[in-house]
Nanobody
């Protein structure tokens, strides 16, 4: 059974940094698009960042551009989200996801596999 497991969430002060990891097990995601989404209380799940299998194309939400960086290590079947200059409005549960190469990277409905989520809380 395919599993995506996030780690690295926690509590941080505004201006601080966190690095999220997503480890995939049970299969390789060769050719897949890997993404990060987040969901704050009372809000819909929203796109944060995505990266192609090749690593040569990345996508970011405008709200995180310049502060967050997505990367992947295909040999480890793991991808990451480095979050710098965190703001209180970044507080949410963060989910990693994997979808086939044919999806629109920013469209959450295209992703086939999801992690269970990790809480990120940014205090002011």
């Amino acid at each position: 059974q395919v599993q995506l497991v996030e780690s690295g969430g926690g509590l941080v002060q505004a201006g601080g940094s966190l690095r999220l990891s997503c480890a995939a097990s049970a299969r390789t995601f060769s050719g897949y698009v890997m993404g990060w989404f987040r969901q704050a209380p009372g809000k819909e799940r929203e796109f944060v960042a995505a990266i192609l299998w090749s690593g040569d194309k990345t996508y970011y939400a405008d709200s995180v551009k310049g502060r967050f960086t997505i990367s992947r290590d295909n040999a480890k079947n793991t991808w990451y989200l480095q979050m710098n200059s965190l703001k209180p409005e970044d507080t949410a549960v963060y989910y990693c996801a994997a979808g086939s190469r044919y999806i629109l990277p920013k469209d959450k409905y295209g992703y086939d596999y999801w992690g269970q989520g990790t809480q990120v809380t940014v205090s002011s």
